[in-house]
């Protein structure tokens, strides 16, 4: 009978699934109409992106850098930190990001049109983290009130900011939006995992596409041309 | 307030009259050796249940299961730190509720940097919205020596009426054993249930002949144990001790470890609640009822 019990993960949560949940219901409600604007902006901006990748790609980076500023601020410190006091150090790494997008977002030279096969998977990704990340709440038998939002929600934003990768050109501006949202995916997924398994999924697979773009990304200019 | 009451008092024996929990209380009360402190032996913690942040609704959840506690006689309400919102949690339920008097303060210092425990007490104190712990313990005997020195210095001033020292999943036997054995502390948290024992080898015979208090945490595992004895067969011995259910065994079995005067299961639920404090009325197993149950629960 002492066998059925080992060490688990679980141990380390500091707090339940259903306050974990809860903070998204809080924070679209605080924050009404933005759950709905923050996405629809980021759509312009793709489609701006299709017709004139330059100034599109700008305007992506430039909502991105707004939206790591404000769920850095709002969710993280604000909201998840009263209950996982861990998060006061991730807050911080959220403005850094922020300030990266922002860089982006004003430098123009690394801002050509990609291949089509990037640029549709970068396409792919964007649109997934904004359409389909909130139909996940229906999937996990939550309302949509507490869905995680693109801008709003941490997980959807670093996912969308993955497809950035594929539509920036530049090793370094490619790292720069690839190396913490695969951070902040991993411990999403480790969290999510300890509270409720099935939800791990969405950010796992997230932060897989960011290991496959770190990989690409070295392979490309490991052996350029 | 109750909190101003007890931070005036300096005798140890006065101080833990404590006449409330004699009067509002119908199960038996448990007293600290070193002091005669009495209280419940069912207390309330808040590890996990008790961390809801700013959330209005699920705040207003916990407030009625620390009122619910309350009118049942009240206890040990144990706290930490380390548990995010929960010292906020509890300071809303017992604002909301005047502060009684049947609640037993408990929280712990949890820093490593030694010189910090003093403003993080007093950061605790202004989450509770009290005035003094009733109970202060180095938490998973981090940086235990300083602290140690501090909360003793509270004791001896009259700031603070217990001091102790908390480990969970059976970590850091050997250096609890040894702080034990070496410094006066009156009482001491550990994981005891009915799956894990390794207390019983050591540590809980040394506490009865040091006169140290047992609070055990985990009693359920974090839930884990009824989860996993769900549907199983209670022992025979159950009925007996008018045990309906394995949640009341469970507890009935740490409680009636003579060394172990307390027991804190941490709910969100009213109802839970009170199940676990109706674990403390009626008979508690003896020597051979509670090896019946251990031998039961080997056997599943």
């Known amino acids: 009978m002492r066998d059925m019990f080992t060490y688990e993960l679980s141990d380390l949560m500091l707090f339940s699934e259903r306050v974990y949940w809860r903070l998204f219901d809080l924070e679209n409600t605080a924050l009404w109409p933005m759950p709905l604007l923050a996405p629809l902006a980021l759509l312009t901006a793709l489609g701006l992106h299709a017709w004139r990748p330059k100034a599109g790609l700008r305007a992506i980076c430039g909502l991105l850098a707004l939206a790591w500023l404000s769920v850095g601020w709002n969710f993280i410190l604000q909201r998840y930190a009263p209950v996982n006091w861990m998060m006061t150090y991730v807050g911080p790494a959220f403005m850094l990001q922020a300030i990266a997008f922002a860089f982006l977002a004003v430098r123009g030279r690394a801002m050509g049109r990609n291949p089509g096969p990037e640029r549709m998977t970068g396409y792919g990704i964007i649109l997934a983290a904004t359409l389909a990340y909130p139909g996940l709440a229906l999937w996990q038998g939550r309302t949509m009130a507490s869905a995680e939002i693109v801008g709003i929600a941490p997980d959807p934003t670093a996912f969308a900011s993955l497809g950035v990768a594929f539509l920036v050109s530049g090793r370094w501006h490619r790292l720069a939006v690839l190396a913490l949202p695969c951070v902040w995916l991993g411990q999403s997924a480790l969290t999510l995992y300890a509270l409720n398994g099935p939800a791990a999924m969405a950010p796992a697979l997230g932060l897989g596409l960011g290991l496959v773009g770190l990989i690409l990304l070295g392979k490309r200019y490991a052996n350029p041309g | ?300």
Request: some cysteine; aromatic content about 8%.
């Open chain 2, 1 to 300: 307030m109750l909190f101003s009451r007890r931070t005036l008092l300096t005798g140890a024996a006065a101080a833990f009259a404590l006449p409330g929990f004699a009067s509002t209380d119908a199960s038996p009360l448990r007293t600290i050796p070193s002091t005669g402190a009495k209280l419940p032996a069912i207390g309330l913690g808040s590890w996990i249940t008790f961390n809801v942040g700013t959330d209005p609704v699920l705040l207003e959840s916990c407030a009625k299961v620390i009122a619910a506690f309350v009118e049942d006689g009240g206890g040990m309400i144990d706290s930490s730190p380390m548990y995010g919102s929960s010292q906020d949690t509890i300071g809303y339920g017992l604002e909301k509720l005047g502060y009684p008097e049947t609640v037993f303060a408990t929280d712990k210092v949890w820093t490593s940097a030694a010189d910090h425990g003093p403003a993080q007490i007093t950061e605790s104190r202004a989450a509770w919205g009290v005035e003094a712990f009733d109970l202060l313990q180095v938490h998973n005997l981090v940086s235990w020596e300083a602290h140690l020195e501090t909360l003793f210095g509270m004791k001896d001033d009259g700031r603070l009426a217990h001091v102790g020292l908390t480990t969970s999943h059976g970590r850091r036997h050997r250096l609890l054993e040894q702080v034990m054995r070496d410094y006066p502390v009156d009482t001491v948290q550990l994981t005891y249930n009915l799956a894990d024992r390794e207390a019983e080898d050591r540590l809980l015979p040394l506490a009865r002949e040091k006169g140290i208090a047992v609070i055990a945490n985990r009693p359920f595992r974090r839930g884990a144990l009824p989860r996993a004895l769900k549907g199983r067969p209670l022992p025979d011995v159950a009925q007996e001790l008018g045990a309906d259910n394995w949640p009341q065994l469970l507890l009935k079995f740490i409680i009636s470890h003579p060394a172990l005067p307390v027991a804190i299961p941490a709910t969100t639920k009213v109802a839970h609640m009170r199940e676990n404090k109706a674990a403390a009325t009626g008979p508690l197993p003896d020597a051979d009822m509670r090896r019946r149950i251990i031998a039961h629960f080997r056997d599943l």
